[in-house]
């Protein structure tokens, strides 16, 4: 088992190198360079200052240099300096990553409270009129482009019933007094975000319980526990339930791996100052190492889970065993 | 099922509690403390929250080249001098502006070279926001660390003209300037700031000798709420990047009291709902960097159905739409095609369907707010909308109508392909009545679009446009137009691209005038040369003009005192007159 | 025959009535059905998936036949008309100048002696003041259709030349049925052209996404040890890359600065065909690792060591043994897979980075029209509409054949 895991982080090493070169030649594949961006928005920029700014940036160098220096300075431990913002790099990412976790997690705890229950009921009763509807609704909420439902939630409930704020994550400029008002005025703007980011969820991890719990009460064990006689609480929980959970809590997993790559365009039509938002922000900028280091917590997080999965199938299900 | 749900929700309020965390900032200023219950409906003085769209970054004056920067600096960084909203050049910290005339200023020559030297007085009562005064120093210490060579600052030239900073020793707040050249817009230092010497040299003595060392280490970056760094109406109370900057009244500020306790700025990136959070009321107002035009036309629209406490606000602006041609193209090199496209194309009828008359058509590069600016035909030649005369030029120039209606000559066809940035409306709609209005003189125009950053990055800047860009010059007003007529600016591969002169006018005339522009002291005499270039202008049309951008707020009709002023001096900057009340 | 029951469901009683069955009907029953009208049969018991199958097909149709449409309801998709954008839906507006005179221009084109006369007859009756004769249908055209129409009746020439007139005048005004869009152009042909591309990429991605991911997953999965360890870790490292951000930084690239690649695309369809090579990228990867999987399993079957045995080639038993095995899984995978690329490609266009502009496309009409969604809400919201219609469709077609094609519930 140790070898077995020695192996996958070694694999994930080197992967996670290659994808940092990989993205670090696309991103210099994109047109315009920072300086750029500071040419269009100051016009009395002359070109002795253009050739002075590429040289103290270091634009003026082929790629790889760029990309041997920069990996240098990560591995070091320096994570670089923002060029649009002009601070470090963690000081940007480290509230912007807090708040995309707390959207993200919320939204995820959420999907599942709903997901899950309606999932195992759809179950046990197929094709009946439930599930007909809740699968409607689940199909719905695969199929719908998410900014487009944020789009008509901020129209509804925004601005039509003006009952919750249209952006935003706190009132701007109050203190709290208390941690209880400031999690009710921090909830407040939060609750369209997840709505809209956890209709998506909700249909996937619905969909996915249900027909891995379908799969789980045709064993023929249900049977015979059935036949035994016990209540069919226990039926449902202890042997139908918890043999569906196995795949379920890999799809979590990977979902959870999620969490830091932000819900780019969700963050963008909330004005949620989260992580996504972040990156787009510094690519369409070309603020690389911003972008940089998003991209490589994002892929870091992704194979981390990965593993974590593949472990926890591992302890989970007895059956399964690694060389 | 019950215990699991339980857990969940158990889970969830854990994670809140814990995640959340209060957000600390040492404030000098006594903070008022949040109420539970939603904000008042009628407005008052003592806060206003501006939604705006474009990002922002930390304060440093030197440092900081973002446009929504520039906006929120004004309200806690004041320069020596600046234009206010009639267009104006008044002074700010400074007690007057010298000039000539007035004997502040002469000129005078040292080694040969023609320089011009003037005395700067800044107001007695001038005080950073920790009550040190401002004094000469402080704009000789910008000078030292805007010249390193290790600071990554934008524009060097506006700190770099002034060679020598020499302190009147029983005055700190008197001293002469030496400036490198002589000329005769020495006196509009409107970008050069001042920074706060007493705070800011440990720093740069420290780092400044590393590579952005100065700018990480900054107290701007370190420590942005130190009040000693700042010297406006108003002081940083917060500020979180990429999302929101708050501001209160600066105690020691010394000009006419700010009335308005608590200013927030907003930053909401998506256009769609920057008006959804104006109607719930997220945001009080709009800034000039908020509404597309259509935005603004329809919302005003809105405003006056539905009667909504708004005011929608429209200023021309110094930006100038224009039509760059390139005059190495085989077609465009004959003047009679260029002045049959200025001829047939109708600006007013353009204006006033596609912006409701908000934005004023162009006839050259100087907008009409500027000192500079002539409509009187004697002095340049006018277009007025004459398809008529178009077409006799065309067919003078040997292009007769073909069959399918567009003309040729000697087997090729009058055919332009128009260029502009992809994605903006306003542009795509201009393009295509264009298109039309030259079609039905026999031209055929196409359009091709490109993301804005490769049409400026690589499409305008090295020439590869085939025959027309359509884009806008952003300026203030007076400025030369040097960078853009010069003929020894025009970008190609020997000069590494740079210099704007992207049509590739040559006019011996115009490079004459345009240098002896840079050493006129007399204002009239500055004007008949401006004149005299915008009469080649209008004649050789090497650029098509369109109309003057305008720039657009929405403001609550309570605010008072809010002027837009539609040049690079925003709004910002007369933010203590703004009154709710 | 044994009939395999269902737990809720009650027993069927046997049917007293009916003593035996005849012979030709013994032998109806108990002839061996293929698979693909097994398949078809579960298939359609499936209420919903036979709904979404319809309206796919319903969608295929309209989008195909766009251009018939066109000249049956007389708009245009590219039409600008600047004068009346935004209109509401159900709006009937004038046609700009350069629609007219493009209708007159080829009227006399291929009329000249008619145009002539109806000229000399315009002047005459002075229903124009025009002060070259040739000018006198154009200045025609400029009147209302109602004012050209009128003029039409009081004019001394023949039936023909009225009616066609009459033709020319119905160009002067056209009606919308969905209103305007930004640029003035009718909605309704937009989504219809939009319906071609959306469906289009998202067909076209989905398929050689299976492509890609069949040829790669049957690769792995036959050759097995450091091929599959290869192939499996870049599919891990392609799956882990966040999927928006890297498509962001993708479809940004300035194709110019890539020299082979420059010369290959032209700039028209370049925006389609970079969104499609990008999206191929990124959506081949879960198809390979099912096939992998399937062949894995396959590997150690019986009539594999067989075919190995009678001296067939890897290619023979890959392609004519394997993949009729796999085929069944691809197909649910690969109409799932359509719904996600409809999906990602309104997700890019939204940002700014998909097809581009004048092209329509679902999803850059919603990013054309969120700016104005109080004022002209329709523009943003029949685009949505029609994006989530056409997705569940292919949800239900998906899940359809996933309940059709499992084994466990065919029922005989």
């Known amino acids: ?323 | 099922m019950k215990n699991i749900n339980i857990l969940l929700v158990a889970v969830l309020l854990l994670s809140f509690s814990a995640c959340t965390k209060k957000n600390k900032n040492p404030e000098p200023a006594p903070v008022p403390v949040a109420a539970a219950t939603p904000e008042p409906p009628k407005l008052n003085n003592s806060e206003i929250k501006i939604g705006m769209i474009q990002e922002f970054e930390t304060f440093n004056p030197l440092i900081a080249n973002m446009a929504a920067t520039s906006l929120m600096s004004k309200l806690v960084m004041r320069y020596l001098v600046t234009i206010d909203a009639d267009g104006k050049w008044i002074p700010q910290l400074a007690k007057s502006i010298p000039s000539l005339e007035s004997g502040s200023a002469k000129l005078v020559t040292v080694a040969g070279v023609k320089k011009i030297e003037a005395v700067w007085e800044i107001l007695d009562n001038a005080v950073w926001g920790d009550g040190k005064p401002i004094i000469c120093d402080d704009f000789a210490f910008a000078i030292k660390v805007a010249s390193a060579a290790t600071v990554s600052i934008a524009e060097k030239e506006v700190y770099t003209q002034v060679e020598k900073v020499t302190v009147d020793p029983l005055n700190p707040k008197k001293c002469t300037f030496l400036y490198d050249k002589a000329k005769w817009d020495f006196y509009q230092l409107g970008t050069f700031a001042p920074l706060p010497k007493h705070l800011e040299e440990k720093i740069f003595n420290m780092h400044g000798a590393e590579t952005a060392g100065y700018e990480k280490n900054s107290l701007y970056v370190k420590e942005p709420y130190n009040v000693g760094l700042y010297n406006g109406p108003y002081l940083i109370q917060e500020i979180q990047l990429g999302d929101h900057v708050t501001f209160v009244q600066n105690p020691k500020w010394f000009g006419e009291p700010a009335k308005i306790k608590k200013i927030i700025f907003k930053l909401i990136p998506n256009t769609g709902t920057l008006e959804a959070n104006l109607r719930s009321g997220t945001i009080d107002m709009i800034s000039s960097m908020g509404f597309e035009l259509d935005q603004a036309l329809a919302f005003e629209k809105k405003v006056k159905a539905e009667v909504l406490p708004y005011t929608v606000l429209f200023q021309p602006s110094t930006t100038y739409e224009h039509i760059d041609l390139n005059l190495d193209n085989h077609a465009l090199k004959d003047i009679k095609v260029r002045k049959a496209l200025n001829y047939s194309i109708n600006r007013e009828e353009l204006v006033n369907s596609l912006f409701e008359g908000k934005q004023a058509p162009a006839i050259h590069n100087i907008t009409p707010k500027d000192a500079w600016y002539t409509d009187d035909p004697a002095k340049v030649t006018i277009y007025k909308y004459s398809p008529r005369d178009a077409e006799r030029l065309l067919d003078e120039a040997g292009w007769k109508r073909g069959p399918d209606g567009i003309r040729t000559k000697a087997g090729k066809k009058l055919s332009f392909t128009l260029m502009t940035t992809a994605g903006n409306k306003t542009r795509e709609l201009v393009q295509v009545y264009l298109q039309n209005g030259w079609k039905q003189i026999g031209i055929e125009v196409n359009s091709k679009n490109e993301p804005a950053r490769v049409f400026f990055g690589e499409t305008t800047k090295k020439r590869a446009f085939d025959s027309m860009a359509l884009f806008a010059w952003v300026s203030s007003p007076e400025s030369s137009p040097k960078s853009t007529f010069l003929s020894t600016n025009i970008p190609n591969a020997k000069n590494g691209y740079s210099g704007q002169n992207q049509m590739g006018w040559i006019n011996k005339e115009v490079d004459k005038l345009c240098l002896a522009l840079d050493l006129e002291f007399t204002h009239e005499k500055r004007i008949q040369i401006v004149h005299n270039i915008l009469k080649y202008y209008t004649d050789e049309v090497p650029v098509l003009p369109l109309y003057y951008r305008s720039v657009m707020s929405v403001i609550p009709n309570q605010l008072k005192g809010f002027r837009l002023t539609g040049h690079q001096f925003p709004e910002t900057n007369e933010v203590e007159k703004w009154n709710l009340e | 025959m044994e009939t395999i029951e269902n737990n809720t469901q009650k027993a069927i009683p046997p049917q007293p009535a009916q003593r035996s069955l005849s012979k030709n009907q013994i032998a109806e029953l108990e002839k061996v059905q293929s698979l693909t009208k097994i398949i078809y049969a579960q298939f359609k018991e499936h209420k919903a998936a036979v709904i979404g199958a319809y309206t796919i097909i319903f969608f295929v149709i309209v989008a195909l036949s766009a251009p018939l449409l066109e000249k049956v309801l007389g708009v245009n998709s590219e039409n600008q008309n600047v004068f009346h954008r935004y209109k509401a839906p159900f709006s009937t507006i004038s046609a700009g100048i350069d629609t007219r005179e493009t209708a007159v221009r080829n009227y006399i084109q291929e009329n000249p002696e008619d145009a002539a006369l109806v000229q000399t007859e315009l002047l005459k009756e002075e229903f124009v003041a025009s002060t070259r004769p040739e000018d006198a249908l154009y200045d025609w055209s400029r009147y209302e259709k109602r004012k050209a129409l009128a003029a039409v009746r009081y004019l001394d020439v023949n039936n023909k030349i009225k009616s066609d007139l009459r033709g020319i005048a119905k160009k002067f005004e056209t009606f919308h049925v969905f209103g305007t869009d930004e640029l003035g152009r009718d909605v309704l042909m937009r989504l219809i052209y939009g319906t071609r591309v959306s469906m289009g990429v998202g067909i076209l991605v989905a398929l050689s996404s299976a492509l890609i991911g069949l040829l790669i997953g049957a690769i792995a999965g036959y050759y097995g040890g450091f091929i599959d360890s290869l192939l499996m870790r870049v599919t891990d490292a392609l799956l882990s890359l966040p999927t928006i951000p890297v498509l962001i930084v993708v479809a940004a690239i300035d194709l110019q600065k890539l020299p082979f690649v420059n010369s290959i695309i032209s700039t028209g369809g370049e925006s389609i065909l970079k969104l499609v090579f990008i999206l191929c990228l990124f959506s081949w990867m879960p198809i390979s690792r099912l096939v992998r999987g399937s062949i894995l399993t396959l590997r150690e079957r019986e009539f594999i060591l067989a075919s190995k045995t009678l001296g067939a080639s890897d290619f023979t038993i890959i392609t004519r043994h394997m993949f009729p095995n796999v085929i069944a899984p691809l197909l649910v995978s690969v109409t799932l897979g359509v719904g996600e690329s409809i999906l990602f490609e309104a997700a890019l266009s939204f940002l700014g980075l998909g097809i581009q502009p004048p092209t329509p496309s679902w999803g850059n009409m919603l990013f054309n029209a969120q700016e104005l969604i109080y004022q002209a809400p329709f523009l943003a919201i029949l685009p949505g509409l029609l994006i989530l219609f056409v997705t569940i469709s292919f949800n239900y077609v998906g899940d359809g054949l996933q309940d059709a094609i499992d084994p466990k519930t065919i029922r005989r």
């Open chain 1, 1 to 323: 088992m140790l070898n077995f895991i020695l192996r996958r982080i070694v694999q994930t090493l080197l992967v996670i190198l290659i994808l940092s070169y990989v993205c670090f030649g696309l991103m210099n594949l994109m047109p315009g360079d920072p300086v750029e961006m500071m040419i269009s928005s100051n016009p009395k920029i002359t070109a002795a200052d253009v050739e002075r700014l590429r040289s103290f940036y270091g634009l003026d160098q082929p790629m790889y240099k760029r990309y041997l220096s920069w990996a240098g300075d990560i591995v070091q431990g320096e994570l670089g300096y923002s060029r649009t913002y002009r601070i470090p790099v963690t000081e940007m990412m480290g509230p912007a990553l807090g708040h995309t976790f707390i959207l993200s997690v919320a939204s995820l705890v959420f999907s599942l409270i709903i997901a899950i229950p309606l999932g195992i009921l759809c179950a046990l009763k197929p094709n009946s009129k439930v599930d007909y509807v809740v699968n409607l609704f689940s199909f719905a909420g695969i199929s719908v482009p998410s900014f487009w439902l944020g789009i008509v939630l901020i129209i509804i409930f925004a601005v039509n019933f003006q009952i919750l704020p249209a952006g935003g994550y706190q009132t701007t400029g109050m203190a709290y007094e208390t941690y209880w008002a400031e999690f009710l005025d921090k909830g407040k703007y939060l609750i369209l975000p997840i709505l809209s980011l956890s209709i998506q969820s909700i249909g996937r991890f619905s969909r996915f319980t249900r027909s891995s719990m379908l799969e789980a009460m045709r064993n023929d064990f249900i049977r015979t526990a059935r036949a035994k006689g016990l209540t069919a609480q226990v039926v449902i929980w202890k042997h139908g339930f918890r043999n569906a959970l196995i795949p379920l809590v890999t799809i979590v997993a990977l979902s959870v791996s999620s969490i830091f790559s932000g819900a780019l365009i969700t963050e963008s039509l909330f004005a949620y100052p989260g992580v996504g938002r972040l990156l787009y922000t510094s690519i369409m900028g070309n603020d690389f190492n911003v972008a940089m280091i998003s991209f490589m917590i994002s892929v870091t997080m992704v194979l981390l889970m990965n593993l974590a999965a593949d472990l926890l199938y591992g302890v989970i299900d007895p059956r399964v065993s690694y060389k």
